[in-house]
């Protein structure tokens, strides 16, 4: 079939539109197809089509690189790209470092989004692998004028890198072995948060996981983020989650909480300690974060003696007279459900209205068990006070006060 120039295309109707959106969009095998009907396109609507783009990068990238050459050598379809997510398939000790990205550089003038993922591999690896051209592409993506969500997983990254990216408002970092493990902070409620009114350099969200074998994330990334050569301020943080374990990682989290106590409104926290020592989690004291509204409490490992004790103590740091409004809390303990008075300490502190006293809904997450009893009886004096609805499948309780 004889190609047909792009200039040449009419304005094209919505049915055939609704079939590229179902065969095309976000496939980057039919690159040059997307190329040439988007110069058709005349509506703000139907540029967005072509917003998300998927790259998957193989153990040569020969074919990857094919897809990455198509969207540079088409200005037109790379500033419509608004979201990136490039999969690496492939362990570091067989990535061949002779293989370079060829061809004019990837530039994306509209990307928002951009995520550099390790898959298929139980070991991730370190970014100073890729070689160099592939990395000089990579920075000057994440050096994109309006790039604001930076998501980096199972790679090992130098946070240096960070110290000019003044733009980007969201970050999460997830090191190769959390990732491997399949630990991740819970995610942060963005459509709960306040507009972002923060100017250039100013960190909105921060999603970390710290304690996992040598990663010290909270402590290393303070330190990236106060460096003389960083443009990037932690002090304005709205959101916050991490995946923690022992006093260290206590202590890191604690200090960025003080740094960011005046601005924080989400925080997430999953807690995974090793040998069940909860004592460094009752360490945590959240009586400096005078503007939270949403607490996501996770307990993923121990038993119902020691966990419920210990969230409730993080519950009881919280401020009197605080503006939290949701509170979540999930215990992935064993014989939970059969042990409802032990969580008398956490019902205790979530009842009380002068600490607590705009509460609008606590969620409480248990494992489902055979002969469990009703999720009232965890939380009598919430339940006694709205609405308490349970999931007969997944146990999950909802109380509105």
């Known amino acids: 079939m004889t190609a ?22 976000g496939d980057s095998t039919n690159l040059q197809a997307c190329s040439l009907v988007s110069s058709s396109f005349r509506e703000p609507a139907q540029r967005r089509l072509f917003r998300a783009i998927y790259i998957h990068l193989d153990e040569t990238l020969d074919a990857s690189l094919i897809h990455a050459t198509q969207i540079t050598s088409s200005p037109r ?7 990136l997510k490039i999969h690496f398939h492939f ?79 969201h970050l999460e970092l997830f090191p190769p072995f959390a990732c491997m493990l399949k630990r991740d902070p819970l ?14 350099g100013c960190l909105d969200t921060l999603s970390l996981i710290d304690g996992m074998r ?23 943080l709205r959101g916050l989650a991490g995946l923690i374990e022992g006093t260290e990682s206590i202590r890191g989290l604690q200090r960025m909480l003080d740094l960011a106590g005046g601005t924080l409104e989400a925080l997430s926290i999953t807690f995974f300690p090793f040998d069940a020592d909860f004592a460094s989690a009752e360490q945590l004291n959240l009586a400096c974060l005078s503007k939270l509204r949403w607490l996501h409490i996770n307990i993923a490992t121990g038993t119902t003696e020691e966990a419920c004790p210990a969230i409730a103590r993080i519950l009881s ?5 605080s503006g939290v409004v949701d509170v979540v809390v999930k215990a992935h303990l064993p014989g939970g459900c059969s042990a409802a008075a032990r969580w008398g300490c956490v019902d205790e502190v979530l009842a009380d209205k002068s600490r607590f006293p705009v509460l609008r809904a606590c969620v409480v997450d248990l494992p489902a068990q055979s002969g469990s009893p009703e999720i009232a009886q965890f939380l009598p004096k919430l339940a006694a006070k709205g609405c308490l609805e349970k999931s007969c499948n997944k146990g999950i309780g909802m109380v509105n006060t």
């Not at 909270?218 to 304005?236: G, H, K, M, N, Q």
Request: hydrophobic fraction near 45%.
């Open 4 to 25: 047909i120039s792009p200039v040449r295309l009419p304005a094209l109707p919505q049915e055939l539109i609704d079939v590229i959106i179902e065969n095309l969009a």
């Open 77 to 83: 379809l790379a500033s419509f790209v608004e979201s």
């Open 91 to 169: 362990r570091s000790c067989l990535f061949k470092t002779r293989v370079s990205w060829d061809g004019p550089p990837l530039i994306l003038p509209r990307l928002r989004h951009l995520e550099l993922n390790v898959i298929d591999s139980g070991f991730g690896m370190y970014f100073k692998l890729l070689p160099h051209t592939v990395q000089d592409n990579l920075l000057r993506l994440m050096d994109s004028p309006q790039l604001e969500h930076l998501v980096v997983r199972a790679i090992k990254f130098p946070l240096r890198i960070l110290h000019s990216l003044d733009q980007i408002k």
């Open 187 to 200: 995610p942060l409620p963005y459509h709960a948060l306040t507009p972002n009114s923060s100017g250039p």
């Open 214 to 236: 040598d990663t010290a994330a909270f402590d290393e990334i303070l330190a990236a983020f106060e460096a003389p050569t960083s443009t990037v301020s932690l002090d304005r």
């Open 317 to 321: 740091s919280v401020t009197q007279d």
